[in-house]
């Protein structure tokens, strides 16, 4: 298995990253923010190229119904348009608000020690602020500060008015405890919806989480944008992480989907991920779940994102969802890709719980 590491990733990425982590030897790609390795598998081998038929706009005409017919090319669900027309409503919004009441949403985000990996994920989430008009602010520390210095910063982010949503870039150097930093962070502000009242909140019914974390909010964003219907539907989510698998399952639970979740331990995954009108995959193997384990006219939303060798690539790796997507097009009825599906909504939704909140802390319609 060839292995490198490359510090480059959607511009869309959040801002958790998770240590890599192995598992029966193999190597898995963390959050789209972390760093990643590149990978061949043999499942990767088969299902190797890539023919993408895209949507330019989001259309209503897919039916997550597993007793459709199948199509003969699931339409793609075009998460970078999405994304685009979300930015451009979040533009209209700011600039409203800036025009009525002279505020602008802020996002602050601390930034420790010198990994061009976070520096870049850094940048990008205040390029995306800019050209909405969100006012970015950014603590650069270096390496060797002390938990206490982050909590100052995070402490006084809290405070700050102008300031309506604040992250820290992950991983935080290993002498720092993240839990406590993050935990520091005030849940008004916490636009990643990581903390546990924001979860809290969404596992329990009739509540109402102040922010959904970015990621699962997007892949129901792009199901509503397509007029997929949910309610009443089976859903499967593959993988139980904090920050995607499980808050998917809540939020397709909160939209009245019957779900099951397969994760590691679960036995004939690919019996019960047949079942689904509706799968969101959220587990970092390239190509794990393959045609025959989707049901005809099933709908897909793909967040892995999965580096794999590629000597035809400029830089010699491409990247690739959980879904054998070849397989997946001739199966299912609509599917998001990779790249341009899930991550282009994660960072938009990141600006929309930036939005969210400088609306809720000034009381502004
Ligand atoms: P985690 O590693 O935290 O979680 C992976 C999940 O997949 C775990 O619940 C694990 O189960 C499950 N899993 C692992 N192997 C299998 C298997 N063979 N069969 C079934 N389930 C399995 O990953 P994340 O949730 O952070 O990320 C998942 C993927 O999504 C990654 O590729 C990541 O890069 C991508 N991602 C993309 C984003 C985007 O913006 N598009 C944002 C965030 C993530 P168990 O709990 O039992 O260990």
Request: proline share 6%.
């Amino acid at each position: 298995m060839a292995s490198m590491m490359f510090t480059d990733c959607s511009s869309a990425a959040t801002s958790r990253l998770i240590p890599l982590h192995r598992r029966t030897g193999a190597v898995f790609l963390r959050h789209c923010v972390g760093q990643l390795r590149l990978r061949t598998t043999s499942s990767e081998r088969s299902c190797s190229t890539l023919s993408v038929r895209s949507s330019s706009s989001p259309t209503p005409v897919v039916s997550a119904d597993a007793n459709s017919e199948a199509a003969a090319s699931a339409m793609v669900i075009d998460g970078k348009a999405v994304a685009k027309k979300i930015r451009e409503e979040i533009a209209v919004e700011v600039s409203r608000m800036k025009d009525s009441i002279g505020l602008v949403p802020g996002l602050a985000v601390i930034l420790v020690g010198d990994r061009k990996d976070s520096a870049t994920y850094v940048r990008n989430k205040k390029k995306a602020c800019g050209s909405v008009g969100i006012n970015s602010f950014e603590v650069h520390l270096p390496e060797d500060s002390s938990e206490g210095e982050v909590l100052k910063f995070v402490s006084s982010f809290n405070d700050d008015p102008s300031v309506h949503g604040i992250l820290v870039q992950l991983p935080l150097p290993s002498h720092m405890n993240e839990e406590n930093v993050l935990s520091a962070i005030s849940c008004e502000k916490d636009v990643d919806g990581f903390g546990s009242q924001n979860i809290g909140e969404l596992a329990m019914r009739g509540r109402e989480p102040l922010f959904v974390p970015c990621t699962p909010k997007g892949c129901i964003e792009l199901l509503r944008r397509y007029n997929i219907e949910i309610k009443g539907k089976r859903a499967v989510v593959i993988g139980r992480s904090n920050i995607v698998g499980m808050p998917a399952a809540l939020l397709l639970l909160g939209e009245d989907a019957t779900v099951s979740i397969v994760h590691s331990r679960t036995k004939n995954p690919e019996d019960i991920t047949r079942q689904a009108d509706i799968i969101i995959s959220a587990v970092g193997q390239p190509n794990m779940v393959r045609g025959n384990w989707i049901k005809p006219g099933a709908v897909i939303i793909d967040v892995g994102i999965n580096p794999v060798e590629d000597p035809k690539a400029p830089r010699g790796y491409r990247l690739v969802g959980d879904i054998c997507y070849e397989e997946a097009r001739s199966v299912a009825s609509a599917i998001t890709p990779v790249p341009g599906g899930v991550g282009p909504m994660t960072i938009a939704m990141l600006l929309s719980n930036t939005l969210l909140s400088a609306k809720r802390i000034h009381n502004f319609r």
